[in-house]
């Protein structure tokens, strides 16, 4: 479901628009306006069923990346942000870089890098507040980056305490961990337990 256009956005207002179950986007890069999305399904990955092909899980025991948490997130950011092969076009435009930008200075936004040989080859990005994290998006310059990055930031908020990672839409991509579609009230009933008690540090 998507809302009106979004008023001036502060770091502030955003935080209280993920408590309440929004999100901002934007239709394209090059479009300065944000609008409100708050799905009648919303996409949730269960930590306690996260699922690694056996693939994958073969990639994560070798570790070809080295594995970095906030070191570069303005560069996560900017690669998810760039229009690649299989992506020709992003939500992502200057204002929500900016936004996040604070966010993450704000302690409330991090990233998950994977590197090799000095580079960054893969990433996600995402919002934390209380018991939830919210991921945004995530990029690949190199086969299974982000989804190793995935891997350990499921492993993270399980060892913090966490107890959602909401991912706003599924895929098919997604689904291959065990995410799933919810009801929009249901959503509403984990967020609420996830955002009581203190904030969980990433």
């Known amino acids: ?3 009106g256009a979004c008023p001036r956005i502060t770091p502030e207002l955003l935080l209280r628009a993920y408590a309440s179950g929004l999100f901002p986007m ?7 306006d944000l609008f409100w999305v708050e799905p009648e399904l919303r996409g949730v990955l269960p930590l306690d069923a996260f699922h690694i092909p056996k693939r994958l899980a073969r990639t994560v025991r070798q570790a070809p990346f080295e594995i970095r948490f906030d070191t570069a997130f303005d560069e996560v950011l900017a690669a ?16 929500i870089a900016e936004l996040y930008g604070s966010l993450h200075r704000l302690g409330h936004a991090h ?7 000095g580079k960054l080859v893969g990433g996600l990005y995402g919002v934390s507040m209380r018991r939830a994290f919210f991921g945004e998006s995530m990029f690949s310059r190199e086969t299974d980056a982000s989804k190793v990055c995935l891997v350990h930031l499921v492993e993270r908020l399980r060892e ?10 599924t895929t098919e991509h997604l689904k291959r961990f065990g995410a799933i579609d919810i009801p929009r009230a249901d959503y509403a009933v984990m967020l609420e337990d996830a955002l009581e008690g203190p904030d969980l540090p990433f």
Do not use: H, K, Y
């Open 160 to 169: 913090r305490g966490f107890v959602l990672l909401d991912t706003q839409f």
């Open 1 to 3: 479901m998507r809302r």
């Open 80 to 95: 998810c942000a760039q229009s690649v092969g299989n992506r020709p076009s992003t939500w992502i435009n200057s204002t």
């Open 111 to 117: 990233s998950v890098e994977a590197w090799r040989d």
């Open 26 to 32: 934007a239709d394209s890069a090059d479009d300065p």
